[in-house]
């Protein structure tokens, strides 16, 4: 399961949470190393935005209350497809009709 992670870390200063932004960055480590984590970036300013590949809600649970314990923030969650389930969800629909067709009505 994929999921896109954009944290908005609560307004500090950033010299007095510099201890923590180590201590996430040594968090993210071991996740990215085993593929959990399949990209991390920083956002200009503070924050970042992490896609995670989880094995479960529970699994994607976990973590962010971990990511929260370290750095408080605000966190959208998006979940998302890869591009070969994307495609393959996109095979298996009934091909569209001519662009502008009217779909069918109720049978007369």
Do not use: C, K
């Not at 989880?54 to 959208?76: G, K, M």
């Not at 070969?84 to 009217?102: H, I």
Request: proline content about 13%; aromatic content about 8%; charged content about 20%.
């Amino acid at each position: 399961m994929l999921f896109l992670v954009i944290s908005t870390p609560r307004p500090e200063r950033p010299s007095d949470v510099l201890q923590d932004r180590h201590r996430y960055w040594e968090w993210l480590a071991p996740l990215r190393a085993a593929g959990t984590v399949r990209s991390v970036h920083a956002r200009v300013g503070r924050g970042a935005v992490v896609l995670f590949e989880v094995d479960s809600h529970a699994t994607l649970h976990r973590l962010v209350n971990e990511w929260a314990d370290i750095i408080p923030a605000q966190f959208e969650i998006h979940p998302l497809l890869d591009a070969d389930a994307a495609t393959a969800f996109l095979g298996a629909q009934p091909p569209p009709g001519p662009v502008g067709a009217q779909p069918p009505g109720p049978p007369s």
